[in-house]
């Protein structure tokens, strides 16, 4: 008689966000308990209308609050078990959590392959590493090979925003947390944007925490989802789940079971959604 298989491990996390709360200029309570885990290897999406949170959530684990004056006040982060919400955020770069910010932030003065090269700073394996993890960027993005010599500011909205994936890259990330990579940009721009990240996530093992309005589309592409209304997650679950969840569509996704809904339909939900 064969022994049973061995049950399969789950992911080990990559991060750990416990029931944090973020308060700024020590009186506004921003974030209100907030809980995610991020495995190993995955992409989860952050998911929300403006103002929910997200982006503050981004900034609270990549230790980039205390530049507007917030902080976190309660709760934990850990990054592959080590707690890291005290450290610098170089600190945490050069462990590999990077962020790529809201609104597709490059130098506009230097030229598209001296904003990648930025990325590297942190690196001290040598130039030949730095010249293949390059090409491996271009790769990905073979426009920015096109535009390598142009002026960051001069490129385009869609350009921009690979610049700054691929600048984060460039650091050899274990994880990215990316800010509204569709903001302002085409939905042709943010198909290709979305599948890139898929491609990064399965053939180079870099995991991804996605902040994004577009519901729909983070949803097709992450493993795994939570929803953040008014600084607190108030649904998380399987991304196929929450996509055939009917207040997700109904609420996020502009559909219910009839079809698509007005706004005149769907501007009292605040009254009718069940997790509230």
């Not at 290897?41 to 959530?57: H, Q």
């Not at 507007?68 to 462990?95: A, Q």
């Not at 691929?166 to 050899?172: E, H, I, N, Q, V």
Request: glycine fraction near 8%; hydrophobic fraction near 40%.
């Amino acid at each position: 008689m064969t022994a049973p298989s061995p049950a399969p491990r789950a992911a080990p996390a990559a991060l750990e966000v416990n029931n944090i709360e973020v308060v700024y200029d020590h009186v506004v309570l921003v974030l209100k308990g907030v809980s995610l885990s991020v495995p190993e290897g995955s992409i989860v999406a952050l998911l929300g209308a403006n103002g929910a949170g997200k982006t503050t959530t981004l900034k609270a684990i990549s230790n980039l609050l205390h530049a507007e004056r917030g902080e976190v006040t309660k709760g934990s982060i850990t990054f592959y078990g080590e707690e890291v919400h005290k450290l610098s955020p170089n600190e945490l770069v050069r462990r590999g959590c990077i962020q790529v910010m809201e609104g597709r932030h490059c130098f506009a003065h230097l030229t598209v392959e001296e904003n990648l090269l930025t990325g590297a700073f942190t690196r001290k394996d040598g130039r030949a590493a730095i010249q293949r993890d390059l090409e491996m960027v271009y790769g990905y993005f073979p426009r920015l090979k096109e535009r390598r010599k142009s002026l960051a500011g001069y490129t385009s909205g869609g350009e921009q925003q690979m610049c700054a994936i691929g600048r984060a890259l460039m650091a050899r990330p274990r994880l990215i947390l990316l800010d509204e990579p569709s903001m302002g940009l085409a939905p042709q721009l943010v198909e290709e944007i979305f599948e890139i990240v898929e491609r990064l996530n399965k053939e180079e093992r870099v995991t991804f925490l996605v902040a994004e309005q577009n519901t729909n589309m983070a949803l097709r592409h992450a493993s795994y989802g939570y929803i953040l209304e008014n600084g607190r997650v108030v649904l998380d679950g399987e991304a196929a789940s929450l996509r055939d969840n009917e207040d997700v569509k109904e609420f996020y996704l502009g559909l219910s079971g009839s079809g698509r809904k007005s706004f005149r339909d769907i501007k009292s939900y605040k009254r009718r959604k069940r997790w509230l």
